[in-house]
């Protein structure tokens, strides 16, 4: 027995291709035939590979392991601070106000009905006809969030509470309220400065 090939399965070696070495030293046994291995196959050789599941994460190019079917995220840009705390286009408030009120007046007039469906998508609308308005004017480095509320006016109160953390010099808000007797809107913009 000691001049048969030794079949255990430390000695067995897998090819990607199926092919197995059988002795070790380069001869690959395809179907049973010994053959002589290529130079591609050879390097192959050296690792063992296992038909076990292979890791959940491969490498990309960078070295950083990615979950496989992911896309690779860009990088972010970062900046070098500039230690500017002032905007250089200034924030004015009245400009906020009268963009506001012409986009609620022009949506919200006399002949308006409140329908509980289409009121929410007319007020989603709006209020990112609004903030569209307020982007066109091109305020340095603030941040806007636009509220647009709409209800049936049935002899109900509305009593909303926000709490911010802001500073009082340059974040703040604008309101405006149209009450009819049959329908109230109330939009906020609050806007606050990001540097």
């Known amino acids: ?25 380069g001869k690959v046994d395809v179907g049973g035939k010994d053959k002589p291995a290529t130079d591609k196959e050879k390097g192959k050789g050296d690792k063992q590979t296992s038909s076990q599941r292979g890791s ?4 990309n190019i960078t070295g950083i392991a990615t979950p496989m079917g992911m896309p690779q995220q860009k990088p972010t840009l970062r900046y070098m601070p500039n230690y500017r705390l002032e905007p250089k286009n200034p924030l ?8 506001m009120k012409d986009v609620m007046n022009k949506n919200y ?4 009905m409140f329908h509980p469906k289409h009121s929410l998508h007319l007020a989603a609308q709006v209020s990112e006809e609004i903030k569209n308005r307020i982007k066109l004017m091109n305020y340095d480095r603030y941040r806007y969030i636009v509220l647009v509320t709409v209800g049936e006016n049935l002899m109900q109160g509305l009593y ?17 309220t149209i009450e009819t007797p049959r329908f109230f809107a109330l939009c ?3 806007y606050i400065y990001y540097d």
């Open 92 to 99: 004015k408030k009245e400009w906020l106000e009268i963009a």
């Open 109 to 112: 007039h006399n002949e308006y």
């Open 1 to 25: 027995m000691a001049d048969s090939p030794d079949h255990s399965k430390d000695n067995l070696v897998e090819k990607a291709d199926g092919a197995k070495d059988t002795h070790g030293k």
């Open 188 to 190: 906020t913009v609050y």
């Open 56 to 59: 959940l994460t491969k490498p």
């Open 160 to 176: 909303a509470m926000v709490n911010f953390l802001w500073d009082a010099e340059k974040d703040g808000f604008v309101s405006h």
